[in-house]
């Protein structure tokens, strides 16, 4: 499996999904901010994702990301994330999600 790891860590390949959960508990999150595009949540991957976590791990979803992620709308991800009482991102998607984390 690849992973990359610079100031994140990004683990991609076939089954990487499985280890979200280990990753979030070795980061100390407990309440995940996703950041993803409508599209990506369209397709299911956020509740494939979702799925694989304890059923006691409250998630905030942010589907709002545009095409090349704008002030307003990370400013209004981050309204959220405040709001919700996050303690970590979890990017799913391409380099937009990847920006708007």
């Known amino acids: 499996m690849a992973t990359l790891t610079y100031l994140t860590t990004t683990h991609f390949d076939f089954g990487a999904i499985q280890r979200i959960p280990s990753a979030l508990r070795r980061a100390g999150i407990s309440k995940p901010f996703i950041a993803t595009d409508a599209g990506v949540r369209a397709a299911g991957l956020v509740d494939t994702i979702t799925d694989t976590l304890d059923g006691d791990?409250?998630?905030?979803?942010?589907?709002?990301?545009?095409?090349?992620?704008?002030?307003?709308?990370?400013?209004?991800a981050f309204d959220q994330y405040t709001a919700d009482g996050c303690d970590g991102v979890l990017c799913i998607g391409g380099g937009s999600s990847m920006d708007m984390g």
């Open 57 to 76: 791990v409250p998630v905030s979803i942010f589907d709002g990301t545009p095409g090349n992620p704008t002030e307003a709308a990370v400013l209004k």
